[in-house]
Nanobody, 115 residues
Framework: QLQACGGGLVQAGGSLRLSCAAS????????MVWYRQAPGKERELVAS???????DYTDSVKGRFTISRDNVKDTAYLQMNSLKPEDAAVYYC???????????WGKGTLVTVSS
């Protein structure tokens, strides 16, 4: 029900925009979260956007990444600028129902950053 895409290979300093398209859910009722997992590391929360569009970021991406949502297109986005090699990871999106707490995960999309 969540389809993440937009990953790829980019040089350090470059940009990518990830998309997470939802289907089969009432998108506007879900908080959306982007996670990432690098090889050998635990999955970490990168950015979140609530149903009221308030957003939060992990410190390492503040000022470089922007999370957004389009409740008409049922899609969440993660704009990633000034990418660093340490941003390389598989990025996952998650939808959490704002009341029930039900979670849906998308399959990951791979981001590779060359130095």
């Amino acid at each position: 029900q969540l389809q993440a895409c937009g990953g790829g290979l980019v040089q350090a300093g470059g940009s990518l925009r990830l998309s997470c398209a939802a289907s089969g859910i009432i998108f506007s009722l879900y908080h959306m979260v982007w996670y990432r997992q690098a090889p050998g590391k635990e999955r970490e929360l990168v950015a979140s956007i609530l149903t009221d569009a308030s957003a939060d970021y992990t410190d390492s991406v503040k000022g470089r990444f922007t999370i957004s949502r389009d409740n008409v297109k049922d899609t969440a986005y993660l704009q990633m600028n000034s990418l660093k090699p340490e941003d390389a990871a598989v990025y996952y999106c998650k939808a959490t129902h704002a009341v029930r707490g039900t979670n849906y995960w998308g399959k990951g999309t791979l981001v590779t950053v060359s130095s």
